[in-house]
């Protein structure tokens, strides 16, 4: 399916990794979003699993290993053009994940991968949707048992 003017919106995940403080952000090295640092993550494949897919998204974005965990969020990211015309529409899953091992290595779909302190996310221009995301994630995490 072509991402750029779909034909239906594209069901996506997200993975929200601590290591302590610090959460794990990728740099987009393609569009939508281009060049900005976001939560790693990507398509859902044919006979693929949500939680499937994103263990799979972070170890080929990032070279570690996570565990999904609980759902923190269902976004819905529909960017059209100047003409009105849905040029992306992306359905995303945003899962928090536990950290299992591995050493960050940038991978396919992006530039660059770093664990990022939330005092660092202005600095790196990180979007307002993925900065609510990871502190949604981070209070689950303190609430749960």
């Known amino acids: 399916m072509k991402r750029e003017y779909p034909e239906a919106p594209i069901v996506t995940v997200g993975g929200i990794v601590f290591d302590g403080e610090r959460a794990l952000l990728a740099q987009r090295g393609k569009e939508p979003n281009k060049g900005r ?3 790693p993550g990507g398509a859902i494949e044919l006979g693929e699993t949500a939680r499937q897919a994103i263990e799979r998204e972070v170890r080929e974005e ?15 990211i529909i960017q059209r053009d ?16 536990e950290y299992l091992g591995g050493e960050l290595k940038a991978g396919d ?4 991968v770093r664990w990022m302190r939330p005092d660092e996310f202005e ?21 749960a048992p």
């Open 37 to 39: 640092w976001t939560i």
């Open 62 to 76: 990032c070279g570690i290993t996570v565990r999904a965990q609980n759902v923190v969020k269902v976004l819905d």
């Open 82 to 97: 100047d003409a009105g015309a849905v040029r992306f529409h992306y359905v995303v899953i945003d899962f928090a994940c």
């Open 109 to 112: 779909d992006v530039a660059a």
């Open 123 to 143: 600095a790196f221009d990180v979007p307002r949707r993925a900065r609510e995301v990871i502190a949604a994630a981070r209070r689950a995490s303190q609430i």
